[in-house]
């Protein structure tokens, strides 16, 4: 069989399993989740056994260690990739739930209701926690979902879903097929993946900026695009500079590697002096590399790390230990900083100012804008959606976090009493 057809057959049994999960009440779904949760836990020596195995060959290959930490997995987080799932077994489940309703003049009742997408695609990298966040919200959602990781994490996965597949089989009541690995390690069962228009109703790319933008401009199947994170804080001209300190380095060092992180700074130049110095210093001391211009770089001073910015430097998602620093004349050059260079993602101000903040918030053209608190909030789980399949960026069915009324469509349903149409 070739590549092609084994990625159109699993499409074809997903499209099967589709049709059973969606009108399956939320108590079988739930069950299904619970069962999957302890499963993993039951399951975590197997699956760290082949996580070790990407892992190393990871290492071998020069992965940085902020993606080797993304893809490597431990009994401990396991155990909390496992709680994530009863997490979204306890949400309210989007299915059949009324968005509007009321009854028309000529007596007939509209109403419009959530319903599943379908089959949903998932093309991601090397976080195999993805796996099991994607499996639990599509299965919630009444999905089927096939999923196509990267292959530094292809052991992994591989472990994931034979024993999510393996819990479903046993507990019954939802097929195993409603969640499937894509087969194949190599780029063409991408390409298949993103061709199955007819069989997958939906794509979701989860990582950098090439393999998002390759899947938005090769894929024939509709695509909700999920944005790069390259995230500013903005030091306002009236912030409270000991909060503003404390927000930035949280927002760029407590999980460097993550799409919400923020990639540079912006200071008015009215606080700059008093504001830079601690801010350099306070970076400085997490190993923090600042990508300076003349006036960042004119208030370095000890403990600080920082270099000459270039042009790339404000276009850049690092994913590392590295942030761009700029200073700025006013709020609205800050705000035509971020328009110039950013993802659409998270952006931050820090201000004492309400009409400030109200006016960074109005101009601000992301999908989501923090006032006065860290860029990491930007988190389907931090916002109490539960796991997330994504941070959508684009301004089509779904933008910012995507938990579960995200993976739904609606229907209309329509009720009458024999009511026909005239001219």
């Known amino acids: 069989m070739s590549s092609q057809e084994q990625v159109l057959e699993v499409a074809r049994r997903a499209r099967q399993a589709a049709a059973e999960l969606a009108p399956l009440p939320r108590a079988v779904k739930?069950?299904?989740?619970?069962?999957?949760?302890?499963?993993?836990?039951?399951?975590?020596?197997?699956?760290?056994?082949?996580?070790?195995?990407d892992v190393a060959r990871a290492r071998e290959a020069g992965i940085s260690e902020y993606m080797i930490d993304r893809l490597s997995l431990t009994d401990e987080r396991i155990a909390a990739i496992a709680a994530a799932v009863r997490h979204v077994a306890s949400l309210p489940d989007p299915v059949?739930?009324?968005?509007?309703?009321?009854?028309?003049?000529?007596?007939?009742?509209?109403?419009?209701?959530?319903?599943?997408?379908?089959?949903?695609?998932?093309?991601?990298?090397?976080?195999?926690?993805?796996?099991?966040?994607?499996?639990?919200?599509?299965?919630?959602?009444g999905n089927a979902v096939l999923l196509r990781g990267s292959s530094s994490a292809y052991d992994s996965n591989t472990a994931l879903v034979e024993v999510m597949r393996a819990a479903l089989a046993d507990a019954g009541?939802?097929?195993?097929?409603?969640?499937?690995?894509?087969?194949?390690?190599?780029?063409?069962?991408v390409?298949?993946?993103?061709?199955?228009?007819?069989?997958?109703?939906?794509?979701?790319?989860?990582?950098?900026?090439?393999?998002?933008?390759?899947v938005v401009e090769e894929s024939t199947?509709?695509?909700?695009?999920?944005?790069?994170?390259?995230?500013?804080?903005?030091?306002d001209a009236a912030a409270d500079l000991d909060m503003?300190?404390?927000?930035?380095?949280?927002?760029?060092?407590?999980?460097?590697?993550?799409?919400?992180?923020?990639?540079?700074?912006?200071?008015?130049?009215?606080?700059?002096?008093?504001?830079?110095?601690?801010?350099?210093?306070a970076l400085g001391e997490k190993g923090v590399t600042v990508h300076g211009d003349a006036a960042v770089r004119a208030h370095a001073g000890e403990g600080a790390t920082v270099v000459e910015a270039t042009e790339e430097d404000w276009g850049t998602e690092y994913l590392s230990l590295d942030l761009a620093a700029a200073v700025v004349d006013s709020l609205d050059d800050a705000v035509a900083h971020i328009r110039r260079y950013g993802s659409a993602h998270t952006e931050a101000i820090v201000t004492t100012s309400q009409s400030a903040?109200?006016?960074?918030?109005?101009?601000?053209?992301?999908?989501?804008?923090?006032?006065?608190?860290?860029?990491?909030?930007?988190?389907?789980?931090?916002?109490?959606?539960?796991?997330?399949?994504?941070?959508?960026?684009?301004?089509?069915h779904a933008r910012g976090p995507m938990g579960l009324p995200?993976?739904?469509?609606?229907?209309?349903?329509?009720?009458?009493?024999?009511?026909?149409?005239g001219a």
């Open 30 to 53: 739930d069950a299904a989740l619970h069962a999957i949760a302890d499963a993993l836990v039951a399951g975590s020596a197997r699956i760290v056994e082949a996580n070790a195995a």
């Open 96 to 141: 059949g739930e009324s968005v509007r309703g009321y009854t028309l003049p000529n007596g007939l009742e509209l109403r419009q209701v959530r319903v599943p997408l379908g089959v949903v695609g998932i093309i991601y990298e090397g976080r195999p926690n993805v796996t099991v966040d994607a499996a639990a919200l599509t299965l919630k959602s």
């Open 357 to 396: 903040a109200r006016r960074f918030t109005a101009l601000v053209d992301s999908a989501a804008v923090m006032v006065n608190a860290s860029t990491r909030f930007t988190d389907g789980e931090e916002f109490g959606f539960g796991a997330e399949i994504g941070i959508s960026t684009q301004k089509l």
């Open 173 to 189: 009541g939802v097929p195993a097929d409603a969640i499937q690995l894509v087969p194949g390690r190599d780029r063409d069962s």
């Open 191 to 214: 390409k298949h993946l993103m061709r199955a228009r007819g069989l997958v109703d939906v794509l979701i790319p989860r990582g950098g900026a090439s393999l998002i933008n390759s």
């Open 406 to 421: 995200e993976l739904t469509s609606t229907k209309y349903i329509v009720t009458g009493e024999g009511q026909l149409r």
């Open 244 to 281: 503003a300190v404390d927000i930035l380095v949280n927002a760029k060092t407590q999980r460097p590697s993550v799409c919400n992180a923020a990639e540079t700074v912006l200071v008015h130049r009215d606080i700059a002096g008093e504001f830079l110095p601690r801010a350099l210093r």
């Open 221 to 235: 199947v509709p695509v909700i695009e999920t944005g790069t994170g390259n995230c500013h804080v903005y030091v």
